[in-house]
């Protein structure tokens, strides 16, 4: 299995923008240091999918506003953002 290099995006805080929310990207919403995300991050690794499913890392103690209001209204971490569109 080939290795791929991963370049860890910076954790996302309350004064952080929102990445594009609509634009056909798959993205993991998660936070480094829990177990759950990790085993989500894991399998993503396992699979070779870190071209397809982008790393949106949250600060927990530090949630920006728009990950409620946009993303996912529980305010939980971790959620996969799938973007699935119908022509």
């Not at 949630?63 to 799938?82: C, G, L, M, Q, S």
Request: charged share 20%; net charge positive; proline share 10%.
């Amino acid at each position: 299995m080939a290795s791929v290099k991963e370049v860890l995006p910076p954790v996302l805080d309350s004064t952080s923008q929102p990445p594009p929310l609509f634009d056909g990207t798959t993205r993991l919403y998660t936070n480094y240091q829990c177990p759950f995300a990790q085993r989500v991050w894991i399998t993503r690794n396992y699979k070779g999918l870190q071209d397809k499913i982008k790393l949106v890392p949250i600060d927990l103690a530090n949630r920006p506003a728009w990950y409620k209001e946009k993303v996912y209204p529980e305010n939980k971490v971790y959620i996969v953002a799938i973007q699935v569109f119908f022509l």
